[in-house]
């Protein structure tokens, strides 16, 4: 048996697989071939490297919640930063607050607005998922360090930025990972819980909430497991998803005219 035809094989019995990890795992199962003949346990461990990073790289379904929930995780994961951030101006310029952040670390526009981040270890699904409804109006790629995803220095890891106009989702590059995949691009439309990108080994994927959006509407603390598509992060729908949650409610007649309410 090749080794593509060994890959083959394992990709029938594992769930579905994020884009590019097949040639990842080829990689491995292919040098394992040879290697067979030289050394059987080495091959052993290199079929076994190749399963395990089609396993990193699963990408199951997820089931989001009605409409109008609230903001979902980015990410499979643990809770790791909620923080309020100034406008991208000031904290590029200098910590004019003296919060001992540093410079160039924020990712919102405008006024204060909510960050949450969820660290994803090892063992958790790498798929990034949209938070709400909305259209991509913008991508931002910034290269930087390669910090832990967990430490404080990971502010100034590399990112990609994607700007859906209510809110932003930040996927973050850890000490390992230094490939970030979109799936979407400017001027696409996405719903709630849609597949956005991946970040292979490792990392960590922030979501900054509108300014309307306050501590009161959190629905996590630090420290929370979450699931990406799935977990709703704080309450504040965007309007398309209140759309869509009023076109779930059921219709009520007027009786005497015959007619359905008029909504304005």
Same mark, same amino acid.
């Not at 071939?33 to 199951?60: E, K, M, N, Q, Y």
């Not at 360090?145 to 590059?173: C, Q, W």
């Not at 992060?233 to 015959?258: I, M, N, R, Y």
């Given at each position: ?15 579905? !697989? ?13 040098? @394992? ?41 980015? @990410? ?5 930063? !909620? ?129 309307? /959006? ?17 977990? /709703? ?32």
């Amino acid at each position: 048996m090749t080794g593509e035809s060994l890959l083959a094989s394992v990709a029938e019995v594992t769930p579905a !697989i994020a884009p590019g990890a097949g040639k990842l795992s080829a990689i491995p199962a292919v040098i @394992a071939v040879p290697t067979l003949l030289v050394s059987p346990p080495l091959a052993i461990g290199l079929v076994g490297l190749a399963v395990c990073v089609l396993w990193f790289h699963r990408d199951p379904d997820r089931v989001p919640p009605e409409p109008g929930a609230g903001f979902l995780a980015p @990410a499979d994961g643990k809770i790791s930063v !909620i923080r309020e951030e100034e406008n991208e101006d000031k904290s590029t310029t200098g910590n004019e607050a003296g919060d001992g952040r540093r410079a160039g670390a924020s990712d919102s526009d405008g006024p204060a607005r909510l960050r949450i981040g969820v660290f994803m270890n090892v063992t958790d699904v790498h798929v990034n998922r949209a938070p709400a409804s909305g259209t991509v109006e913008s991508l931002d790629h910034r290269p930087g360090a390669n910090r832990p995803a967990f430490s404080k220095d990971s502010d100034r890891n590399e990112r990609l930025r994607i700007n859906h106009g209510r809110y932003t989702t930040v996927m973050i590059a850890g000490w390992f990972a230094r490939r970030i995949y979109p799936y979407v691009g400017a001027g696409d439309t996405v719903e709630a819980g849609d597949r956005i990108g991946h970040v292979s080994f490792g990392s960590r994927a922030d979501v900054v909430l509108p300014p309307d /959006v306050s501590r009161e509407d959190l629905q996590v603390s630090v420290g929370d497991r979450v699931r990406a598509g799935e977990t /709703v992060l704080a309450d504040g729908a965007t309007p398309a998803d209140k759309a869509d949650s009023e076109a779930l409610e059921p219709q009520h007649v007027d009786w005497k005219s015959g007619r359905l309410p008029h909504h304005n």
